[in-house]
């Protein structure tokens, strides 16, 4: 495989990986064992108080095995971390016409990795068994993310051929995923019925947002590979 066809199999990744997260928490969604972090007696999987983040408990807050939940939810991450990964690796190749935008993609792509890593690690640090690096994971890749995004505005901006509405998409994106990081850091403590509520909505809008924003990135990436 040569260097073209490796960048264009990455940039189809990042979609494909977008997808295929969004069905297999779905399906881990099904076979959750029960329990939110308020209400251990509550059955199966609740779509507004319950985090992606219990599909991957080993155990559910049920204290019910949370078996096949945790490995598909380990799974999906696992897949979104990697291509995610391979994406940004490949994204700075698209700006190397100007100098400074180059170096600013390079920003960009260095937090974009290390946002990718820190999801993977979301998924390895299950949160009853590892609740501080889990939630450390979290913070650091949501963080990394956003200023990943923020830089890759700017790129984008400068770029002179790349089509205006992927500057656009990413630019709102870093918007909402400012917004979050504040909820995230300041909103009401998850410890409460109504906090949790609000942060798993939060979560939520944030996580699938996420997933359609870098499939349009990666559509719109394979575009302008294509025609260079």
Same mark, same amino acid.
């Given at each position: 495989?040569?260097?073209?066809?490796?960048?264009?199999?990455?940039?189809?990744?990042?979609?494909?990986?977008?997808?295929?997260?969004?069905?297999?928490?779905?399906?881990?969604?099904?076979?959750?064992?029960?329990?939110?972090?308020?209400?251990?007696?509550?059955?199966?999987?609740?779509?507004?108080?319950?985090?992606?983040?219990?599909?991957?408990?080993?155990?559910?807050?049920?204290?019910?095995?949370?078996?096949?939940?945790?490995?598909?939810?380990?799974?999906?991450?696992?897949?979104?971390?990697?291509?995610?990964?391979?994406?940004?690796?490949?994204?700075?190749?698209?700006?190397?016409?100007?100098?400074?935008?180059?170096?600013?993609?390079? @920003?960009?792509?260095?937090?974009?990795?290390?946002?990718?890593?820190?999801?993977?690690?979301?998924?390895?640090?299950?949160?009853?068994?590892?609740?501080?690096?889990?939630?450390?994971?979290?913070?650091?890749?949501?963080?990394?993310?956003?200023?990943?995004?923020?830089?890759?505005?700017?790129?984008?901006?400068?770029?002179?051929?790349?089509?205006?509405?992927?500057?656009?998409?990413?630019?709102?994106?870093?918007?909402?995923?400012?917004?979050?990081?504040?909820?995230?850091?300041?909103?009401?403590?998850?410890?409460?019925?109504?906090?949790?509520?609000?942060?798993? @909505?939060?979560?939520?809008?944030?996580?699938?947002?996420?997933?359609?924003?870098?499939?349009?990135?990666?559509?719109?990436?394979?575009?302008?590979?294509?025609?260079?």
């Amino acid at each position: 495989m040569n260097i073209k066809n490796w960048k264009v199999l990455s940039f189809k990744l990042v979609f494909l990986g977008a997808g295929a997260y969004i069905i297999l928490t779905l399906i881990a969604m099904i076979f959750y064992a029960g329990g939110t972090n308020v209400d251990s007696n509550t059955e199966g999987y609740s779509f507004l108080n319950n985090f992606f983040s219990d599909l991957g408990r080993t155990e559910a807050y049920s204290e019910k095995p949370n078996t096949i939940s945790w490995i598909l939810f380990t799974l999906s991450i696992f897949i979104v971390g990697i291509a995610l990964t391979l994406f940004y690796l490949a994204w700075v190749s698209l700006f190397k016409d100007d100098d400074s935008t180059h170096r600013l993609s390079q @920003v960009g792509s260095i937090f974009g990795v290390f946002g990718a890593l820190a999801f993977i690690g979301v998924g390895l640090t299950p949160a009853d068994l590892l609740r501080s690096l889990h939630i450390l994971s979290v913070r650091i890749g949501f963080i990394s993310v956003f200023i990943a995004s923020v830089v890759y505005s700017f790129a984008l901006y400068r770029h002179n051929t790349y089509p205006r509405k992927y500057f656009y998409t990413i630019l709102t994106f870093s918007g909402i995923c400012l917004i979050y990081i504040i909820l995230l850091f300041f909103g009401p403590s998850p410890e409460t019925s109504e906090g949790l509520i609000i942060q798993v @909505v939060g979560q939520k809008i944030i996580v699938y947002i996420m997933a359609i924003v870098y499939a349009i990135q990666g559509y719109g990436a394979l575009g302008v590979s294509s025609s260079g």
